[in-house]
Structure formats: C-alpha cells, structure tokens
C-alpha cells in the first residue's frame, strides 16, 4: 500500500502494549499554559486536596516530570490534576504541577478549569451558582461570564488574602538592598516595585533572562531570612516566588506584573494568586475600597482585573476577600506515551 496512503487512513490506537498513556486537556489564561490530567494516572490515597497533594509528592512525582519536563513540557509547563473535593458542597479538587513540584494556588488554573467546565459540559449550561473548587489553600469560588451561549471570561473569590509585612529589607549580594512586601494570595510571595528600586530593566520580554535571575536570588534571600508562615497550615507556609511591580505603558490599565516563581518560571500571565495578594497590599496601604477594580497586564500584555469583594479577619490578620478576572482557552486534546525503553524516559529541562 502506497505509504501516504496509509497516513491519510491514520486513526489514534486506542492503547500502546507496555506503554503508559495519558491523556490531557491544554489551555492557556493569558498565554500561561495548563495541561489538565484527564487519564492515566494512578489514584491518590487521602480524604483531602492537601493529602492527594502529598500522595503525588510522595508517590507519582515521575509522572509530574513526565508532563511538565521536556520534550513533552518545558521549562515553564504549568499543570494540573483533577480530585474529589473536600467535602459533599465542593464540584471537585485540584492539585497544581509545575517545574519544581506542587503550588498551594493558582488562579490562572482556576480560570481555565471553570471555563473547561463550561466548554465540556461538566456543568449545566445554565447555572447560576458558583463553581466551587477546592484547592490546596482552601475552596475558591468561581463565576462564569456569559453572553448566550459564550463565555466572556471567568471571575474567581479567592481564599482570605493578606500582608505579613509592608516595605521590609533584604540584602542581596552586588545588587544591595532590596525593598519589597511579603503578602498572600494563596501563594505567598515577594512584591518588588521597581519605583522603589534602583533596577536597570522592564518588565516586558527584553528583560525576561534578568528577571529570571533577579527575581531567584530575591527568592533565596528572603527565604533565608526564614519562610513565611500560614497561621493554620503548615503546608502552606513557603516562599513561592518573587512579583514584580511597575507602571503599564498601556493606556487604560493600572500595572503590569511579572512573577517569577517555582525554579524560575516566568508566569505568561498577570498570576491570579499573585493579584490576589496585591489586592491586600492596595487595600492595606488605603488605595483601593471594596468593589473597586484594578487592571493588571502581565509581561505578555494579557490583562486581568482584580478587586476587594470584602474585608475579613484571618486569625491575626486584616485579610481580604479578593476577586480576580480573566479570560481562559482550550488549546488541544493530548495523548502522552512513555515508551519503557526510551533512554530520557521522564524528561530534562534546559533552559
């Protein structure tokens, strides 16, 4: 048979003999990836999203590199794997991959899942309730946007949010003194404005290699100050990455972000997690009031909108409830094979 032929007849098969399948969904929010695991991986052991977390950890972390590593990821892959929730009122619970390993929060990721929900049929087409996912850091709230039968994007109530301190100092070898405040959003991370530091960039993709390198030694240096705290989970309690802050050359948005996060990924989009967490810096500084928003562009020039929803205590913290907008979209349908005798096997990264 003529060989092209055959490719023109060529039909998916349904199962490799001795080889491991996954399948996945792709989506990006505001061009930062999510691969949604949707087969093949084993069952996780425990009764909540913080032990399925620690179950992959412990048990499956080759599959983690399996899709986010290359040549089947990259150095920025971002993704996710779908559990039960933590109680009967949840839809369902995720655990975040990345790089490095495992996120307590991820807002770009909550905007692609619920939009995928909607696109999928996992839900009524009509609901009017929120989507309730319950993530490592606790349920976060999600609203669908639509105009018919259209989605116009995805809006989030994020956990109680807050600042552990404003304008701290940390030296950092050649570069000095560092000004920066530690807030979280989820996620906790180190905010940089560079109005308040004497730094030789921008924050558009000309400056990413130094960004990259600037923001991981900012990273270390505060975390060898000693890790934040979570008052009341202990897993929660890390650095995750550095945010920086600076003006938007975009007429009609209020700033840009770029965070760099994990072993040195840089976030395509405005970091849900982390507008969450400015959200309680604005608000801890006066400048910004429940049910004002702010736009925020990220280093791609993909923009989402934050807001107060409403002031919280959260055991000895001013908190807030943050909200955070954006627009998610399927980008492909995926089938990964690990052949047993491929020499790379779970993958590599070069950056």
Not at 57 to 80: T, V
Not at 236 to 251: D, M
Request: glycine share 10%.
């Amino acid at each position: 048979m003529n060989v092209y032929k055959r490719i023109l007849e060529y039909r998916e098969p349904e199962e490799f003999a001795n080889k491991l399948t996954v399948k996945t969904i792709d989506l990006h929010t505001g061009g930062e990836p999510l691969r949604v695991i949707m087969g093949g991986y084993p069952k996780l052991t425990g009764n909540s999203v913080l032990e399925y977390r620690r179950s992959f950890l412990e048990s499956h972390d080759h599959l983690r590199k399996l899709l986010m590593f290359e040549p089947r990821g990259h150095a920025d892959m971002y993704g996710c794997l779908l559990t039960p929730p933590n109680d009967p009122d949840g839809d369902f619970g995720v655990v975040f991959i990345h790089n490095e390993g495992y996120s307590t929060m991820c807002g770009h990721a909550i905007i692609a899942l619920a939009t995928l929900a909607s696109e999928m049929g996992w839900i009524e087409p009509d609901r009017q309730e929120p989507l309730k996912i319950d993530a490592p850091c606790g349920r976060i709230e999600a609203f669908i946007e639509k105009q018919g039968n259209q989605i116009q994007g995805v809006r989030f109530h994020g956990v109680p949010s807050f600042v552990v301190e404003l304008d701290r100092n940390v030296e950092i070898p050649v570069l000095g003194t560092v000004n920066f405040d530690l807030a979280y959003g989820g996620a906790f991370y180190a905010y940089v404005d560079l109005g308040k530091n004497n730094f030789e960039l921008d924050l558009g993709p000309d400056s990413y290699r130094d960004l990259i390198d600037l923001g991981m030694k900012i990273k270390k240096a505060v975390i060898d100050q000693g890790q934040p705290s979570h008052p009341f989970e202990p897993d929660l309690s890390f650095l995750y990455g550095t945010i920086f802050t600076g003006p938007s050359k975009s007429t009609g948005i209020d700033s840009r972000n770029v965070c760099i996060f994990a072993n040195g990924e840089v976030d395509r989009c405005p970091t849900g997690s982390g507008v969450s967490g400015r959200m309680a810096i604005h608000r801890a500084r006066k400048e910004i009031e429940p049910g004002e928003s702010m736009s925020i562009e990220s280093i791609t020039g993909s923009v989402f909108s934050g807001s107060v929803v409403k002031d919280v205590q959260y055991g000895p913290y001013e908190a807030v409830i943050p909200q955070v907008k954006g627009s998610a979209y399927i980008t492909g349908f995926h089938t990964f094979v690990l052949d047993p005798n491929d020499p790379l096997s779970t993958g590599f990264i070069l950056r």
